[in-house]
T-cell receptor, first 113, second 110 residues
Framework: GENVEQHPSTLSVQEGDSAVIKCTYS??????FPWYKQELGKRPQLIID?????GEKKDQRIAVTLNKTAKHFSLHITETQPEDSAVYFC????????????FGTGTSLTVIP | NAGVTQTPKFQVLKTGQSMTLQCAQD?????MSWYRQDPGMGLRLIHY???????DQGEVPNGYNVSRSTTEDFPLRLLSAAPSQTSVYFC?????????FGPGTRLTVL
């Protein structure tokens, strides 16, 4: 089965700086990697995802990169803002259907104004 | 569309009590899941269903039962609550890999 490790567990950055969160996975057959953002007391929400046939995907200030050889993928947030403060989770598929996932343990990001 | 709904939002139980956490979705998704979220542990899969009448165990199924009689509903039953089941529970439905989470139920077992 899949094993997902996420680092760091906490991250503090100054407003305007960049933040990078990294996840590693174990199953070379995994083919879809989402990132979720969870604000305090709220539900996780998908912010960006990447499939194994591409190496990078961008959506405004957020990007995800995938290195299939090394089996890791990273979330990059540029020009961070206080509203980016949240817990971020990576995930990888538990099985080939892509409907059940193993989640990382989360990164608590604090953006300091 | 209401999306994924869960009731109750908060619940306090005594050790040994049983209860059912309700989950419903109106998006006609075949796949539904239950996760628990504990500090520092991320989201862990309890049970999942690939369609009405079909359920299977996830990573941490002990102490929980599920059933799926309709596409819309996926209740989670705690058979005999234990303090170790104190957690936040999220139900999710999924379509084309994207998970849609409910608002969660915060459960405390005393």
């Amino acid at each position: 089965g899949e094993n997902v490790e996420q680092h760091p567990s906490t991250l503090s950055v100054q407003e305007g700086d960049s933040a990078v969160i990294k996840c590693t996975y174990s199953d070379s057959a995994s083919n879809y990697f989402p990132w979720y953002k969870q604000e305090l007391g709220k539900r996780p929400q998908l912010i960006i995802d990447i499939r194994s046939n591409v190496g990078e995907k961008k959506d405004q200030r957020i990007a995800v990169t995938l290195n299939k050889t090394a089996k890791h993928f990273s979330l990059h947030i540029t020009e961070t803002q206080p509203e980016d403060s949240a817990v971020y989770f990576c995930a990888a598929p538990q099985d080939g259907t892509g409907n059940q996932f193993y989640f990382g343990t989360g990164t608590s990001l604090t953006v300091i104004p | 569309n209401a999306g994924v709904t869960q009731t109750p939002k908060f619940q306090v139980l005594k050790t040994g009590q049983s209860m059912t956490l309700q989950c419903a979705q109106d998006m006609n998704h075949e796949y539904m899941s239950w996760y628990r979220q504990d500090p520092g542990m991320g989201l862990r899969l309890i049970h999942y269903s690939v369609g009405a009448g079909i359920t299977d165990q996830g990573e941490v199924p002990n102490g929980y039962n599920v059933s799926r009689s309709t596409t819309e509903d996926f209740p989670l039953r705690l058979l005999s609550a234990a303090p170790s089941q104190t957690s936040v529970y999220f139900c999710a439905s999924s379509y084309l890999y994207e998970q849609f989470f409910g608002p969660g139920t915060r459960l405390t077992v005393l």
